[in-house]
Antibody
Framework: EVQLVESGGGLAQPGGSLRLSCVGY????????MNWVRQAPGKGLEWVSY???????DYADSVKGRFTISRDNAKNSLYLQMNSLRAEDTAVYYC????????????????WGQGTMVIVSS | DIQMTQSPSTLSASTGDRVTITCRAS??????LAWYQQKPGKAPDLLIY???TLETGVPSRFSGSGSGTEFTLTISSLQPDDFATYYC????????FGQGTKVEMK
């Protein structure tokens, strides 16, 4: 069964940095677009970033210029480098896989990881 | 950016009720809409994609309809396992989620 496992969350100071990782298991990682989605405590889902199988990237306006998405297909891994962190970045961060392979743009999210918590506080 | 608006924000219902949730897009998104179910402390689960296609393994009491800017998720007979929060998502232009609809016990 497909599995996504996130790591790297924790406590960071305002203005600080964190790097999240997500490892994919039991599917051909390189064939799928991947996404980061976050959920602040008690709030709804917010799409954060996308990277296609061909390395096209995009970001929500709220994180553009501060967060960088990347992937290493040899390691079946997705990353989110988060810089200039703010209190409003506090959330559970999920990695999510597109439902189908080689989608031409963002697709529905067929599989999700369990999430990793990021807390930004002094 | 495409905005997604769900209604209602909270819905009180009983087991066996027919439940309908609405999602409206700020511009036409064709049929590029998905619905998710999320339970507390868990990641969301995909229920429906392309507005009306049931994901594998999802019970047939769930159905979706609509196109353009107006979409609905219907649960034909609410079961105890269905009390949860539901989100719509547009993926016409990258991705945006609605604010969620919590289905709670009356």
């Amino acid at each position: 069964e497909v599995q996504l496992v996130e790591s790297g969350g924790g406590l960071a100071q305002p203005g600080g940095s964190l790097r999240l990782s997500c490892v994919g298991y039991r599917f051909t990682f390189s064939s799928y677009s991947m996404n980061w989605v976050r959920q602040a405590p008690g709030k709804g889902l917010e799409w954060v970033s996308y990277i296609s199988s061909g390395n096209t990237k995009d970001y929500a306006d709220s994180v553009k210029g501060r967060f960088t998405i990347s992937r290493d297909n040899a390691k079946n891994s997705l990353y989110l480098q988060m810089n200039s962190l703010r209190a409003e970045d506090t959330a559970v961060y999920y990695c999510a896989r597109d439902r189908i392979a080689y989608s031409s743009s963002c697709d529905s999210f067929g599989f999700w990881g369990q999430g990793t918590m990021v807390i930004v506080s002094s | 950016d495409i905005q997604m608006t769900q209604s209602p924000s909270t819905l009180s219902a009983s087991t066996g009720d027919r439940v309908t949730i609405t999602c409206r897009a700020s511009q036409s998104i064709g049929s590029w809409l998905a619905w998710y179910q999320q339970k507390p402390g868990k990641a969301p689960d995909l229920l429906i994609y392309k507005a009306s296609t049931l994901e594998t393994g999802v019970p047939s009491r769930f159905s979706g309809s609509g196109s353009g800017t107006e979409f609905t998720l219907t649960i034909s007979s609410l079961q105890p396992d269905d009390f949860a929060t539901y989100y719509c998502q547009q993926y016409y232009t990258y991705s945006t989620f609605g604010q969620g609809t919590k289905v709670e016990m009356k």
